[in-house]
T-cell receptor, first 112, second 114 residues
Framework: GESVGLHLPTLSVQEGDNSIINCAYSNSASDYFIWYKQESGKGPQFIIDIRSNMDKRQGQRVTVLLNKTVKHLSLQIAATQPGDSAVYFCAENRNYGQNFVFGPGTRLSVLP | GAGVSQSPSNKVTEKGKDVELRCDPISGHTALYWYRQSLGQGLEFLIYFQGNSAPDKSGLPSDRFSAERTGGSVSTLTIQRTQQEDSAVYLC????????????FGPGTRLTVT
């Protein structure tokens, strides 16, 4: 499976700094990618998506970068805030509407 | 409703008993997904329904797991003869092609098998 056991990778950043969360995806045929944020006790929440014909997409305070050559996806959060503390998952998809494969997740901790 | 709802929010059951978990998707969403999330881990795909098509059951871990979606709306995930390793949070999501395939997740059902 894709899990990393009980110890999620953790990224700790100072409030106000920028955060970069990375994800390596597995299928070179994947053509649609989503980043989700999951706060404790809640279901994942959509942040931003990107299709494979793009290499960058910007939202409000967030930017997703896609490097298809090395099958790498990153999420950049500008001016990280305490409310950004959560687990972040990337998800890849092939054949729109079919299965999404989720990465193992990264825990973001924002330090005061 | 305003979002995806799931019930119950928590379920404690004894090993060997059957459980049913319910998901109410967003009205009008044709796609419905079930995932399992073990403590501190990622999401494991279980099953996917799309409209009236045959469901994709490729993620179900064993024949003790089954799911139905009645009338293209509410879905029930059934686990028979529960085992301790079934303990996890079970998440349901729905999506619509008209909304770009973004999946909207429910809050999940935390299942504990004792």
């Amino acid at each position: 499976g894709e899990s990393v056991g009980l110890h999620l990778p953790t990224l700790s950043v100072q409030e106000g700094d920028n955060s970069i969360i990375n994800c390596a995806y597995s299928n070179s045929a994947s053509d649609y990618f989503i980043w989700y944020k999951q706060e404790s006790g809640k279901g994942p929440q959509f942040i931003i998506d990107i299709r494979s014909n793009m290499d960058k997409r910007q939202g409000q305070r967030v930017t997703v970068l896609l490097n298809k050559t090395v099958k790498h996806l990153s999420l950049q959060i500008a001016a990280t805030q305490p409310g950004d503390s959560a687990v972040y998952f990337c998800a890849e998809n092939r054949n729109y509407g079919q299965n999404f494969v989720f990465g193992p997740g990264t825990r973001l901790s924002v330090l005061p | 409703g305003a979002g995806v709802s799931q019930s119950p929010s928590n379920k404690v059951t004894e090993k060997g008993k059957d459980v049913e978990l319910r998901c109410d998707p967003i009205s009008g969403h044709t796609a419905l997904y079930w995932y399992r999330q073990s403590l501190g881990q990622g999401l494991e795909f279980l099953i996917y329904f799309q409209g009236n098509s045959a469901p994709d059951k490729s993620g179900l871990p064993s024949d003790r797991f089954s799911a139905e979606r009645t009338g293209g709306s509410v879905s029930t995930l059934t686990i028979q003869r529960t085992q301790q390793e079934d303990s996890a949070v079970y998440l349901c999501a729905s999506s619509s092609m008209r909304q770009g395939y973004e999946q909207y997740f429910g809050p999940g059902t935390r299942l504990t098998v004792t």
